[in-house]
């Protein structure tokens, strides 16, 4: 079954600090990967996505994710966090259904908290 | 301004009581879901259209309809709301389903 695993619950960095958020996948094909970004009772904004090509792929608020087809993981990365990116993250992998439509399964997300 | 619309933002209703959440797009996005997000478990995407007329069941489709008889519309309706309904919704669209997702605000949804 398609399934997708944030380990980390929650993670607190402090401000200028590097962060690296976990996500795992199980899927059969080379899945479709996302990554979102929800502030607090805000709706989720698109970080990026991973199809094809370059493992590793830039977003915007300067992240970037690298897929690594051996562990079945797609991190997101930032080199130095700022106040401002406190939120939560969900990875997500499209995939495709049963009846050949694509269908979106989401982690459990990783909320972030960041230390002045 | 591109956008994806949901109302009511906020209701509280009574087992039973049918009641609909509209979920509008303004973008001519082919690919619109709606998804429930629960503390702990994610979003969790409820039913899923591909484009006008073709709709697929989510992972958590029970107790949920939707239509989608014009593109830029994907209503989610509860025919007999139950409390384990109660949840925070959320309606998506995108040009197609692997390009990532416009979320909209999201609708908080208490059934007692």
């Known amino acids: 079954a398609q399934s997708v695993t944030q380990p980390d619950i929650h993670i607190t960095v402090s401000e200028g600090a590097s962060l690296e958020l976990r996500c795992n996948y199980s899927?059969?094909?080379?899945?479709?990967l996302f990554w979102y970004v929800q502030s607090p009772g805000q709706g989720l904004q698109l970080l990026l996505k991973?199809?094809?090509?370059?493992?590793l792929v830039q977003g915007i608020k300067g992240f970037e994710a690298e897929f690594k087809r051996s562990q079945s993981s797609f991190n997101l990365r930032k080199p130095s966090v700022h106040w401002s990116d406190a939120a939560e993250y969900f990875c997500?992998?499209?995939?495709?259904?049963?009846?050949?439509?694509?269908?979106?399964?989401f982690g459990t997300g990783t909320r972030l908290k960041v230390l002045a | 301004e591109a956008q994806v619309t949901q109302n009511p933002r906020y209701l509280i209703t009574v087992t039973g009581k049918k009641l609909t959440v509209t979920c509008s797009q303004n973008?001519?996005?082919?690919?619109m879901s709606w998804y429930r997000q629960d503390p702990g478990l994610g979003l969790r995407q409820i039913y899923y259209?591909?484009?006008?007329?073709?709709?697929d069941k989510g992972d958590v489709p029970e107790g949920y309809k939707v239509s989608r008889k014009e593109k830029r519309n994907f209503p989610l309706i509860l025919e007999s709301p139950s409390p384990n309904q109660t949840s925070l919704y959320f309606c998506?669209?995108?040009?197609?389903?692997?390009?990532?997702?416009?979320f909209g605000p999201g609708t908080r949804l208490t059934v007692l």
């Open positions: 997500a992998v499209g995939a495709l259904g049963a009846s050949g439509t694509y269908k979106y399964i």
């Open positions: 973008m001519n996005h082919e690919y």
């Open positions: 259209s591909m484009n006008v007329e073709v709709t």
């Open positions: 998506a669209s995108s040009l197609g389903p692997t390009l990532g997702q416009f």
């Open positions: 991973y199809f094809s090509g370059d493992t």
């Open positions: 899927y059969g094909a080379t899945p479709y």
